[in-house]
């Protein structure tokens, strides 16, 4: 049972665009949210959150928008450079499971200069 | 520098043997992970370990062992009991496991193959 799921393995977008990657959740005991970054033979690197009591959260380049009603989220990248180039994962988790994330499949975005 | 180390980067498993992953941090974390991650799916939790001493199993831990007799260390093994465990794994740490706002920092992972 995927509880967390990006349906979009791979997107591609010119430099300067803006790239949109999308993710959803099924559990509603979801109520924090966070997007990870990941270059290839490397960990992935948290990139930014957002807590269920907001609706976005926005930090320089990168915005969270958060659907509750939905079960959406989306990460927003503004804009897009060649660098942004990597997988990014959805994660979330419930405060009564502590730290404990559950990740969506990742997409992979591509920044063509 | 502070960070969490992986090792070896790659790792060749026969069959029926069993395996070890190391993982060590010098960032003073209390919390560690384990996670799994397959082609084309995300990262699945293996075992986490909230503070020295102590260890609960995640979503996938059939085939799997740890220890954390130190709180810098907590090395995974691979049985011969786990049936497919190629894979890539990426040990991860936080703060504390207080919450979900704690950040997880990931290891740069290692790949295991089976000959």
């Known amino acids: 049972d995927q509880q967390v799921k990006q349906n979009s393995p791979s997107l591609s977008v010119q430099e300067g665009r803006i790239s949109i990657l999308n993710c959803d959740y099924t559990?509603?005991?979801?109520?924090?949210f966070l997007w990870y970054k990941k270059y290839p033979a490397e960990g992935p690197t948290f990139l930014i959150s957002?807590?269920?009591?907001?609706d976005k959260n926005e930090d320089g380049r990168f915005t969270v928008f958060l659907n509750k009603s939905a079960k959406h989220l989306s990460l927003h990248i503004v804009p897009s450079q060649p660098g942004d180039s990597a997988v990014y994962f959805c994660?979330?988790?419930?405060?009564?499971?502590?730290?404990?994330?559950?990740f969506g499949e990742g997409t992979q975005l591509t920044v063509n200069p | 520098d502070g960070g969490i180390t992986q090792s070896p980067k790659y790792l060749f498993r026969k069959e029926g043997q069993n395996v070890t992953l190391s993982c060590e941090q010098n960032l003073n974390h209390d919390a560690m992970y384990w996670y799994r991650q397959d082609p084309g799916q995300g990262l699945r939790l293996i075992y986490y370990s909230q503070i020295v001493n102590d260890f609960q199993k995640g979503d996938i831990a059939e085939g799997y062992s740890v220890s954390r007799e130190k709180k810098e260390s907590f090395p995974l093994t691979v049985t011969s009991a786990q049936k497919n465990p190629t894979a890539f794994y990426l040990c991860?740490?936080?703060?504390?496991?207080?919450?979900?706002?704690?950040?997880?920092?990931f290891g740069p992972g290692t790949r295991l193959l089976v000959l």
């Open positions: 994660a979330a988790s419930a405060r009564t499971s502590g730290s404990r994330l559950t």
């Open positions: 957002i807590s269920s009591i907001k």
């Open positions: 991860a740490s936080s703060v504390t496991a207080g919450g979900p706002s704690e950040t997880q920092y």
């Open positions: 559990n509603s005991m979801f109520d924090y």
